[in-house]
């Protein structure tokens, strides 16, 4: 945890956290995962004027999830850019439901900043959503009642017979 008013305001502070066996175990069962081998977030806390800051930092990490078709581990490296900015004037918008800002690395400014809790959210949101081993495809399933054709995703596509044809006619 570092309090962000005691750091100093001239130039960026430099931070490198890497996890022990225990603390990636703790993460790896948070996020759902297989495993989580190595991790390293390591980068800079920034002065923007006289109460923002903002951390760029990068974010390495080996995670192993399962495939989304067989269940078999899958292996993943990560390595991310982080961005943050930190703003003592943020407002969260007063609608229930509003559109998200172009600015999406602003948040407001904790008195406290917990980079671990950075680390995480910032290794969650760079997990691959549906993993799946080499070579594994989803595949396309079909449902019609007896007797009709079944429409499949090729029939759907409606120009897909001109790429065809369009083909043939240039051999």
Not at 127 to 144: C, K, N, S
Request: proline share 8%; aromatic share 6%; net charge negative.
């Amino acid at each position: 945890m570092i309090r962000l008013s005691d750091l100093p305001v001239k130039r960026p502070t430099r931070f490198a956290l890497e996890p022990e066996q225990g603390e990636l175990a703790k993460i790896a069962d948070g996020l759902g995962l297989l495993g989580l081998r190595k991790m390293r977030f390591a980068g800079t806390l920034s002065p923007m004027g006289r109460q923002d800051w903002a951390l760029e930092a990068d974010l390495g990490a080996t995670v192993v999830q399962s495939c989304v078709v067989t269940l078999e581990p899958v292996t993943t490296r990560i390595e991310e850019k982080v961005v943050r900015r930190y703003l003592a004037e943020f407002s969260f918008p007063e609608e229930e439901e509003a559109e998200m800002g172009e600015d999406d690395e602003a948040e407001p400014l904790p008195a406290v900043l917990d980079l671990t809790e950075v680390m995480r959210e910032a290794l969650a949101l760079a997990l691959p959503a549906f993993p799946r081993a080499e070579g594994v495809e989803l595949g396309e399933a079909v449902f019609t009642e007896p007797g009709a054709e079944p429409m499949t995703e090729e029939k759907v596509k409606p120009f897909a017979g001109l790429a065809e044809l369009k083909k043939r006619m240039e051999e």
